[in-house]
């Protein structure tokens, strides 16, 4: 096995439980012949084939163990995605209903049914109801038209813009089936960074036809677009957003995008933030910009996602205060189909970060989470890093906004402010490598952002158990030391990289590798030396009231929680204060001894995962077991990296001695910065 199946595997169940199953799942009623069911009878079938035997088709009613698929339910709690599972008698039949609103339903409740079976649950008794919490569960691919991927680390980008439309790759139905198998129902299909070519039309008969093939999985096709598009391939001179020639070209190209995509989703954006262009640099605003574009696509019924990572030319003193500052004062006056979508925490996608502070603060604008499923920060595919923690923790962050219990969750799926358009994206970690995804743990990312996006209140543990056991096997001599793994994982991350809350330490563009000492470069928030402001007197950003005060952007009484060292947790501890070299921390180290024993810490866990899994070959078959292997190999070596390195250069500034027990770095300071990586993955095409 090379992991091309994902956690869709079916592979026979034991003997001892098989008869049993199958006894329930002998046959199949005949279905309406809609593409959509075609493809959830298809993938019942497969399933159950591969699982228990090659199910029979019988009418229900006519036999024990046929199972129904009914997608003409008028079942209110059901909505338009959801589905209900029953067993249920039909002419004294033992009979099992998969039932639901609309045939996407009825296909994501057959992939529920076949996963009871994969993860060895009874399906004797079923009476299961689920629908999604969130209404867009999407996918932001940053790939490039050249099928670069930014920031990708699984080969190149499925879309191959070449062969398209004349040949579709199989390739991407099986990405269909993985998608909704746990319910994502949107692509973004090109990198924010976006050019202008993909929206002309020879991009958009291939995009139509990736639309096409994507379609009966209930997935919609959006593009991210490139704000001066107008001027790139309409002929025009701006692209001001109040200039009416601007507004008549997207206008224009959106009619064009709905007539070969009648289902289109809408687009991305990302104006003004990292070099691109916006509707700032005619004097407009956010608003100017999201309104203009979301009254082109919204008479088709699509929606506008603006980014709200944004930072401005002018360098700020504290880069975590730009996206609040800028979208905050908007709130109320954005289209009700324009959504601002937010990364998880305020700088990007690093190890730990909290939750960003306009999460709460925009109650009357449509919000959505953006977190990065590709490991851009968190040692590329082959760290063994499970983000299912680190996503749960941003979700459960109480952001207090309207009282207690106001969780970043409750923000995302509409609860909290009663919004209906609610949006959860993952920038994908997907690639033409044959495991999809860079390594075989790293689909597991994929998994739990989607099971999330489904549910935003869900446990990252249970599913990362239901992974372990769709992807490896239900034996308990290997769920259980797998899934142990993995919920530590992230934290040993945050421990051998950013320990204590300092963050942005890797090395400069590429993003691999430690570099602390990373300096100058046409923008200091683009440094390390930046964020971690170590010096004789200590180490740590000051966002207090005595600093940037960014923490007075949360409710007050995080925000004061933050800014308390008797309250914010260690975890966070130098993302919001400067500490001397000397301060106490909670265990009784002083701040530079329990530094040094975190960056240790960490390696240490990389260590017992090695060893654990070393303890697991039996149970895992050969090549899996050894790719993931050589992985850890790699993580240990580059966790130690991690570690010796930025002691090394923290230690320039502590000028204190290593607490007793820990080695000092293998290397001197000037070789770690002397490295270079010229083979490292995932920059920009
Ligand atoms: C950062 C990446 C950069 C992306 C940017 C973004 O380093 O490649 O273009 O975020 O989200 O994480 O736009």
């Given at each position: 096995?090379?992991?091309?199946?994902?956690?869709?595997?079916?592979?026979?169940?034991?003997?001892?439980?098989?008869?049993?199953?199958?006894?329930?799942?002998?046959?199949?009623?005949?279905?309406?012949?809609?593409?959509?069911?075609?493809?959830?009878?298809?993938?019942?079938?497969?399933?159950?084939?591969?699982?228990?035997?090659?199910?029979?088709?019988?009418?229900?009613?006519?036999?024990?163990?046929?199972?129904?698929?009914?997608?003409?339910?008028?079942?209110?709690?059901?909505?338009?995605?959801?589905?209900?599972?029953?067993?249920?008698?039909?002419?004294?039949?033992?009979?099992?209903?998969?039932?639901?609103?609309?045939?996407?339903?009825?296909?994501?409740?057959?992939?529920?049914?076949?996963?009871?079976?994969?993860?060895?649950?009874?399906?004797?008794?079923?009476?299961?109801?689920?629908?999604?919490?969130?209404?867009?569960?999407?996918?932001?691919?940053?790939?490039?038209?050249?099928?670069?991927?930014?920031?990708?680390?699984?080969?190149?980008?499925?879309?191959?813009?070449?062969?398209?439309?004349?040949?579709?790759?199989?390739?991407?139905?099986?990405?269909?089936?993985?998608?909704?198998?746990?319910?994502?129902?949107?692509?973004?299909?090109?990198?924010?960074?976006?050019?202008?070519?993909?929206?002309?039309?020879?991009?958009?008969?291939?995009?139509?036809?990736?639309?096409?093939?994507?379609?009966?999985?209930?997935?919609?096709?959006?593009?991210?677009?490139?704000?001066?598009?107008?001027?790139?391939?309409?002929?025009?001179?701006?692209?001001?957003?109040?200039?009416?020639?601007?507004?008549?070209?997207?206008?224009?190209?959106?009619?064009?995008?709905?007539?070969?995509?009648?289902?289109?989703?809408?687009?991305?954006?990302?104006?003004?933030?990292?070099?691109?262009?916006?509707?700032?640099?005619?004097?407009?605003?956010?608003?100017?910009?999201?309104?203009?574009?979301?009254?082109?696509?919204?008479?088709?019924?699509?929606?506008?996602?603006?980014?709200?990572?944004?930072?401005?030319?002018?360098?700020?003193?504290?880069?975590?205060?730009?996206?609040?500052?800028?979208?905050?004062?908007?709130?109320?006056?954005?289209?009700?189909?324009?959504?601002?979508?937010?990364?998880?925490g305020?700088?990007?996608f690093q190890p730990r970060e909290p939750?960003?502070?306009?999460?709460?603060?925009?109650?009357?604008?449509?919000?959505?989470?953006?977190?990065?499923?590709?490991k851009e920060y968190l040692g590329f595919s082959t760290h063994l890093v499970y983000l299912g923690p680190l996503?749960e923790e941003?979700?459960?962050?109480?952001?207090?906004?309207?009282?207690?219990?106001?969780?970043?969750?409750?923000?995302?799926?509409?609860?909290?402010?009663?919004?209906?358009?609610?949006?959860?994206?993952?920038?994908?970690?997907?690639?033409?490598?044959?495991?999809?995804?860079?390594s075989?743990f790293d689909?597991a990312n994929?998994?739990?952002?989607?099971?999330?996006?489904?549910?935003?209140?869900?446990?990252s543990?249970?599913?990362a158990?239901?992974?372990?056991?769709?992807?490896?096997?239900?034996?308990?001599?290997?769920?259980?030391p797998v899934v142990a793994m993995m919920m530590g994982s992230r934290e040993a991350a945050v421990d051998y990289m950013t320990p204590l809350g300092l963050h942005h330490q890797m090395g400069?563009?590429?993003h691999y590798g430690p570099g602390p000492w990373?300096?100058?470069?046409?923008?200091?928030?683009?440094?390390s030396?930046?964020y971690a402001?170590a010096?004789?007197?200590?180490v740590g950003?000051?966002?207090?009231?005595?600093?940037?005060?960014?923490?007075?952007?949360?409710?007050?009484?995080?925000?004061?929680?933050?800014?308390?060292?008797?309250?914010?947790d260690e975890k966070n501890l130098l993302w919001?204060?400067?500490?001397?070299?000397?301060?106490?921390l909670k265990s009784?180290d002083t701040l530079w001894d329990g530094m040094v024993r975190r960056y240790s810490a960490g390696v240490a866990y990389v260590d017992g995962m090695n060893r654990t899994w070393a303890?697991?070959?039996?149970?895992?078959?050969?090549?899996?077991?050894?790719?993931v292997a050589d992985y850890l190999k790699i993580q240990r070596d580059e966790a130690q990296w991690w570690r010796d390195a930025s002691i090394a250069w923290f230690q320039?500034?502590s000028?204190?001695?290593l607490p007793p027990g820990e080695k000092p770095p293998a290397k001197?300071l000037?070789?770690y910065?002397?490295l270079?990586?010229?083979?490292?993955?995932?920059?920009?095409?």
């Amino acid at each position: 096995e090379d992991g091309y199946d994902l956690w869709l595997r079916y592979k026979p169940v034991e003997a001892s439980v098989r008869a049993a199953y199958a006894a329930r799942a002998a046959a199949i009623a005949p279905t309406r012949d809609t593409p959509t069911m075609k493809v959830a009878r298809a993938e019942l079938e497969r399933g159950l084939t591969g699982l228990v035997g090659k199910p029979a088709s019988a009418a229900a009613g006519s036999r024990d163990g046929v199972i129904l698929l009914k997608a003409d339910s008028a079942d209110t709690a059901l909505g338009d995605e959801g589905y209900r599972i029953r067993t249920l008698t039909v002419n004294g039949r033992t009979t099992t209903v998969i039932a639901a609103n609309r045939d996407v339903g009825v296909l994501y409740g057959v992939f529920r049914y076949l996963s009871l079976i994969q993860t060895r649950q009874s399906v004797d008794k079923l009476d299961i109801a689920s629908a999604p919490k969130v209404k867009l569960r999407m996918l932001n691919h940053w790939d490039n038209l050249n099928r670069t991927v930014e920031r990708g680390y699984a080969g190149q980008s499925i879309f191959d813009w070449w062969r398209l439309p004349g040949h579709v790759d199989p390739r991407l139905v099986d990405y269909a089936r993985a998608n909704a198998s746990i319910g994502i129902n949107g692509a973004v299909l090109n990198n924010v960074n976006a050019k202008a070519d993909s929206l002309t039309a020879p991009y958009i008969a291939k995009a139509a036809a990736v639309a096409d093939t994507l379609r009966p999985y209930g997935i919609k096709v959006y593009l991210s677009a490139r704000w001066s598009a107008p001027i790139e391939i309409g002929g025009l001179k701006s692209a001001d957003p109040l200039d009416p020639a601007v507004a008549a070209f997207w206008k224009a190209k959106a009619d064009e995008l709905y007539k070969a995509i009648p289902d289109f989703g809408g687009f991305l954006v990302k104006a003004n933030s990292e070099g691109q262009p916006g509707p700032q640099d005619y004097g407009r605003t956010h608003v100017d910009g999201a309104n203009m574009l979301a009254d082109a696509v919204g008479p088709h019924g699509g929606v506008v996602i603006w980014r709200a990572f944004v930072y401005s030319h002018q360098q700020p003193d504290d880069r975590a205060k730009q996206g609040y500052s800028e979208f905050k004062p908007f709130d109320g006056q954005f289209r009700d189909n324009v959504v601002i979508q937010v990364k998880n925490g305020a700088i990007d996608f690093q190890p730990r970060e909290p939750f960003h502070p306009l999460f709460g603060a925009m109650p009357k604008s449509n919000l959505g989470m953006e977190f990065q499923i590709t490991k851009e920060y968190l040692g590329f595919s082959t760290h063994l890093v499970y983000l299912g923690p680190l996503y749960e923790e941003t979700l459960k962050s109480d952001t207090m906004a309207e009282g207690k219990g106001s969780t970043v969750a409750k923000v995302v799926d509409g609860q909290l402010d009663g919004r209906k358009l609610t949006v959860m994206a993952g920038v994908a970690n997907i690639g033409s490598d044959r495991n999809w995804s860079g390594s075989q743990f790293d689909q597991a990312n994929w998994y739990v952002f989607g099971r999330l996006a489904w549910d935003p209140e869900a446990s990252s543990r249970a599913i990362a158990e239901d992974w372990t056991r769709m992807t490896f096997g239900n034996d308990p001599r290997l769920v259980k030391p797998v899934v142990a793994m993995m919920m530590g994982s992230r934290e040993a991350a945050v421990d051998y990289m950013t320990p204590l809350g300092l963050h942005h330490q890797m090395g400069r563009d590429g993003h691999y590798g430690p570099g602390p000492w990373v300096s100058g470069g046409p923008r200091a928030d683009w440094t390390s030396v930046y964020y971690a402001k170590a010096g004789p007197d200590g180490v740590g950003f000051d966002r207090t009231p005595t600093g940037s005060n960014a923490t007075a952007q949360y409710a007050p009484a995080v925000g004061a929680c933050f800014a308390d060292l008797k309250c914010v947790d260690e975890k966070n501890l130098l993302w919001f204060h400067h500490l001397p070299w000397d301060y106490r921390l909670k265990s009784g180290d002083t701040l530079w001894d329990g530094m040094v024993r975190r960056y240790s810490a960490g390696v240490a866990y990389v260590d017992g995962m090695n060893r654990t899994w070393a303890t697991l070959a039996p149970y895992v078959d050969a090549r899996r077991h050894a790719e993931v292997a050589d992985y850890l190999k790699i993580q240990r070596d580059e966790a130690q990296w991690w570690r010796d390195a930025s002691i090394a250069w923290f230690q320039t500034f502590s000028k204190r001695p290593l607490p007793p027990g820990e080695k000092p770095p293998a290397k001197s300071l000037e070789y770690y910065e002397s490295l270079v990586f010229p083979f490292a993955p995932g920059q920009g095409g």
